[in-house]
């Protein structure tokens, strides 16, 4: 059982470039998340899916778009990569959007822009 | 006030030891209540869930204050392989934005 999967683990990138990040788990959770983090930051909400076919702004949207394709996948990506975008990227999901039950993270996505 | 605040640490204890980390959060419509752990550069891993009568796994008690907004987590008889950053995380009851992250106490367990 894979839970979270995300890719890539590792990219650097230009400034002003493009990319997707993926993510897919096979749990069946109704709803999933984007993080990044950064230090001293803790995890900041960038974009979360509450159920399949919607996507909604978190705390630090901007720079990003999202994607939910299916139950399973929901990709973020960075139209024109800045610096300042640098960061660790996780994926969560959990089984409904309310709290009550926790949330199940990938490994994530090392991200430098230089 | 901070919606979840955690003293950062680093708590430095030598193995064997027992260390408690205290959490404390502002939204009293909170329902939900959990522990994570995050070592080095990895992801947060669920640690524990933090029920009202609190409650116990193994070294690990997690206790809950509603009328203080406080949350504790225990760890008795620490090992090496306990060092890593302990998250305390809230509900919000807001869908999407349903848990907040504490940034977390970092805890060094010594042989």
């Known amino acids: 059982n894979a839970g979270v999967t995300q890719t890539p683990k590792f990219q650097v990138l230009k400034t002003g470039q493009s990319m997707t990040l993926q993510c897919a788990q096979d749990?069946?959770?109704?709803?999933m998340y984007w993080y990044r983090q950064d230090p001293g930051m803790g995890l900041r909400l960038i974009y979360y899916?509450?159920?399949?076919?919607?996507?909604d702004k978190g705390e630090v949207p901007n720079g990003y778009n999202v994607s939910r394709l299916n139950k399973r996948e929901f990709s973020l990506r960075l139209e024109s990569a800045a610096p300042s975008q640098t960061s660790v990227y996780f994926c969560?999901?959990?089984?409904?959007?309310?709290?009550?039950?926790?949330?199940?993270f990938g490994d994530g996505t090392r991200l430098s822009i230089l | 006030r901070k919606e979840v605040e955690q003293d950062p640490g680093p708590f430095n204890v030598p193995e064997g030891a027992t260390v408690a980390f205290n959490c404390t959060y502002s939204?009293?419509?909170?329902?939900?209540f959990f522990w994570y752990r995050q070592d080095c550069r990895k992801e947060p891993k669920l640690l524990m869930s933090v029920y009202s009568s609190g409650n116990e796994d193994g070294r690990f008690t997690a206790q809950l204050n509603r009328a203080s907004q406080y949350i504790s987590l225990l760890i008795r008889d620490s090992k090496l392989s306990d060092s890593a950053t302990y998250l305390c995380?809230?509900?919000?009851?807001?869908?999407?934005?349903?848990?907040?992250f504490g940034k977390g106490t970092t805890l060094s367990v010594s042989s």
């Open positions: 969560a999901s959990s089984d409904g959007p309310w709290g009550n039950q926790p949330q199940h």
């Open positions: 995380v809230v509900n919000t009851n807001q869908a999407g934005t349903a848990l907040i």
């Open positions: 749990m069946n959770h109704n709803s």
């Open positions: 939204n009293s419509a909170s329902q939900s």
């Open positions: 899916s509450a159920s399949e076919g919607t996507t």
